[in-house]
C-alpha cells in the first residue's frame, strides 16, 4: 500500500469507530471567511496552522518520511557514483565552500555549485565548462588536433591549461584572490573576466 492509503485506512478506521459507538455522533463542517471577522475564527486558525495531534499509525509509513528516505538513497547513490573517478571526470574542478570545506552534492534549492551562478546563463555556460574541463583553450583542443600551438597566448607558459588561467595568466587579471578554489572567488574570477572559458 502507498502512504496516502495507510493514513486514509487509519483514518477511515477511526471514523468507522466513532460513528458505530452512538446513533448521534455526527461531525458538522463550518464555512469560517476570515472577512466575517468571527470572535472565534483567530483561535481556530491558529489551531488548524499549528495542531498538536499524537499519530495514529508508524511514523515510518508517513509520505514525508518516504519522500526523505527516497532522496537520501538516491543522494547516497549520487554521490557513490560521482566519486569515481569515470563517473566524474578525472578533470573535474574540486571547489569549496566558504568554509574551506569540500563542496557535498545535493539537489536541494539548485544543488550548492548552480545557487552561485543560475542567475546568468553565460556565466553558468563558462563555469560549467570550466569546472568539467571541456573549455575552448588549447590544452582541451590539444586532444584533437597535436599539431596545432598550444602555448598559452600569454607568452608566459607552455601550454594555456585551466589552472594557469585560474591562477596565472596575465590576461585575466581583473581580479585577483589566491583562494580561487573557493566556490565565491571561482565566481568572482569568471564574472570579472567575461572572456574567460568563453567561445570567441
Known sequence: MYPYQIHSTAISKKLREFFTIHNNNS??????PSNLKWPLHAQ???????????????????????????IH????????????????????????DNDLNPIELSAI??????????????????????IVNHIPIREYRLHFFPREE??????????????HILHECRRYNNYWNPRRD???HFTLFLEFNSNAFSFG
Not at 554521490?79 to 566524474?88: I, V, Y
Not at 550548492?112 to 543560475?118: E, V
Not at 598550444?150 to 589552472?163: A, K, L, Q, T
Request: contains cysteine.
Open 27 to 32: 461531525i458538522e463542517f463550518w464555512d469560517c
Open 44 to 70: 481556530v486558525d491558529n489551531e488548524a496552522r499549528n495542531p498538536t495531534l499524537t499519530p495514529i499509525f508508524p511514523y515510518k509509513s508517513s509520505w514525508d518520511f518516504c519522500s526523505k528516505h527516497d
Open 109 to 130: 534549492r539548485g544543488s550548492p555549485w548552480l545557487q552561485h551562478f543560475r542567475y546568468s546563463n553565460s556565466l553558468c555556460a563558462r563555469a560549467t565548462r570550466a
Open 150 to 163: 598550444f602555448s598559452c597566448p600569454c607568452g608566459c607558459y607552455p601550454i594555456e591549461s585551466r589552472r
Open 182 to 184: 573557493t566556490i565565491s
Open 73 to 96: 538513497s538516491i543522494n547516497t547513490q549520487w554521490k557513490m557514483l560521482f566519486q569515481a573517478s569515470d563517473s566524474r571526470g578525472r578533470n573535474f574542478l574540486e571547489l569549496l
